[in-house]
């Protein structure tokens, strides 16, 4: 079965007018493979400047750079293959889930050993994120429909939350980096565990809501399996006499 593709975020009408205006006019030399390849560069360039960002803050904008270039690789890939009419359904929807776990874990390493953040808190907030996208996987098999975002969150706007992460601690870096005194915790490791959090929130919900389709899916299977009734109503018997 191939999915269909839904995305629920905040971006995504308006990122969607924008990658139709874009598909159209890539260059001809601009494959698919090539803007995934792209796309990888632009992660493991984010993940270099987060992980120079403590020693020298300009890197940051690396970071800024390397999700744009994230952004345009793996939006564009799949769309220009199937703008070609070259598209592989299912080794690109398996390459596309491969890439983007690989670079959301580059993004881990990179804000990981910057020293930005308690060195845990990059790979709690990627465990949630993989946990969530097995269950929108799980969830295709009920609906044939693979979510891209959960709730209004996608990976477009979790890019966005990369770049303004970047942006804020480039403006105001002793805001970020001042320890709250009764947690021993930097404002940003304060703002990155709530944000697991509420990831852990909406991972308990939508495992609720998922169970319940689910159980509701295995009911109509069981009863769609059962062999029909006969009917209890004996049918009528003709008179044998007369009046």
Known sequence: MIPKRHN??????????????????LPA?????????????????????????????????LV?????????????????????HIERRIQGFILDNGFDLLSYLLLALGFAVSGLVWPAIPFILLA?????????????LITGVHELAVGKVGTSEVRVGFLLVAVMIYAAPMVFFYRIPLL???VLD??????????LYGFAQVFRADLRSAGRADARTRAEALP?????????VASLGGH
Not at 30 to 37: H, I, K, N, Q, V
Not at 190 to 199: G, P, V
């Open 228 to 236: 029909p009734v006969a009917s209890s109503v004996a049918p009528p």
């Open 190 to 199: 304060f703002m990155s565990l709530l944000w697991a959090c509420l990831l």
């Open 8 to 25: 629920s975020g905040f971006l995504a009408k308006s990122e969607a007018r924008a990658l139709d205006i874009l598909v159209g006019r």
């Open 64 to 84: 800024i750079l390397g999700m744009v270039m994230n952004w345009f690789g793996d939006s564009l890939d799949g769309r220009l293959a199937r703008h070609r």
């Open 29 to 61: 030399w601009m494959s698919p493979d090539r803007l995934t390849t792209l796309g990888m560069l632009g992660a493991l360039l984010g993940a270099i400047g987060f992980g120079m960002g403590l020693a020298d803050l300009t890197s940051l904008g």
């Open 128 to 140: 949630l994120y993989v946990m969530l996208s097995n269950l929108a996987l799980a969830r295709m």
């Open 184 to 186: 021993d915790l930097t």
